[in-house]
């Protein structure tokens, strides 16, 4: 394992080798661009009704959208299909917002990037409500906008991450225990289906005045490479949660178990040793985590998880081969994936 220093907690505790602010240098101009954007979309769609709601949008790495702004500036430098290239990143930004104040309901979350969600302000149906009113006022700017031609892929990404979502849930509500494929199907639907959509959205706008550059073989590296660091992006995700040096460390997790929402750290406990995983499980049911986290820790269930999103990482760097173009800051935004801490 390669982007790990020791055996035992060793993602926790990596620092990562490359600088964020660094490999979106080429794409800065774009993300203040897309900040602004975000900004005023919230302030005309939401805040009349959800004042708060600004604030959800402030922070965050905006990685869907830099896929998107990285692969259409691999192709072209043109200012025009770079502007086009921030409006639709606007959109998918719009998407993700509308996702996770769902996903905050449904998990009963009370805080997102350090502020209060909003269905702790306005409750289950307001925090709903607020993102049904983006969906729907995105979707009525993107459709008379001047990049509907990479409308079906964006929204193609949307539906993926309903569909995953609603997998996840109906199992959850059975109460059935999932197994790793089922876990690897599920972030599949919900999470790299969507990185796929933003990938290719930036390399079809990338090429719209020469479609030439991108054929039918390029253009589906570019999806696979989505995709496979979507997985990776959302492994490490769930391993993140197990990370001790979190000072939140039980409450997103208590949330997910008692929900039965089972990640891959604890699937792989489970394939190991049922018996003594079933037991830890009801014990964090009733709100003591902290054996169920040691083991997973301890047992190198972590390290497991971590080997197979660097799989996933693995199979993004490979797609990237076929491109003729630059794409030193694609293959260090998968590193930095790897080796992030949040």
Known sequence: MKNIENSKLSLAYSTPRLNYDRIVAPIASEL?????????????????????????????????SVLCLLFAKAFTNDPITLAKTVSVSTYIEGIHLCSLLHDDVIDNANERRGNMTLHQRYGRTGAILAGDMIYIKLFHHFL?????????????????MVEGETEQTLIAIKELEPTVPEYLHSISRKSAFFF?????????????????????????????????FGMAFQIVDDILDWNAEQKDLGKDLLADIRSSKLT???????????????????????????????????????????????????????????????????????????????
């Not at 900004?39 to 905006?62: M, S, W, Y």
């Not at 959205?201 to 719209?208: D, I, K, N």
């Not at 054929?215 to 989505?226: I, Q």
């Not at 269930?301 to 797609?319: G, H, I, N, P, S």
Request: hydrophobic share 40%; glycine share 6%; proline share 2%.
């Open 32 to 64: 203040a661009l897309l900040d602004t954007r975000i900004q005023d979309l919230i302030e005309r769609f939401v805040d009349p009704f959800f004042p708060e709601a600004t604030l959800l949008c402030k922070g965050g790495k905006r990685i869907r």
């Open 144 to 160: 008379h906008s001047d990049v509907s031609s990479v409308m079906d892929i964006v929204i193609e990404g949307a539906i993926g």
């Open 196 to 228: 796929q959509s933003a990938a290719e959205s930036g390399a079809v706008l990338g090429t719209e005045n020469n479609s030439a550059l991108l054929s039918d073989k390029l253009r589906n590296a570019v999806r696979v490479f989505g995709h496979e």
């Open 264 to 342: 891959l750290p604890l699937l792989i406990f489970m394939e190991d040793d049922y018996k003594k995983a079933r037991k830890l499980i009801e014990t964090a049911k009733n709100g003591d985590i902290n054996e169920l986290a040691g083991i997973i820790s301890d047992r190198g269930y972590l390290d497991k998880a971590y080997q197979v999103a660097e799989r996933y990482a693995e199979r993004a760097r490979t797609a990237l081969k076929d491109l003729k173009t630059n794409t030193d800051n694609l293959n260090e935004l998968v590193e930095y994936t790897l080796t992030r801490k949040n």
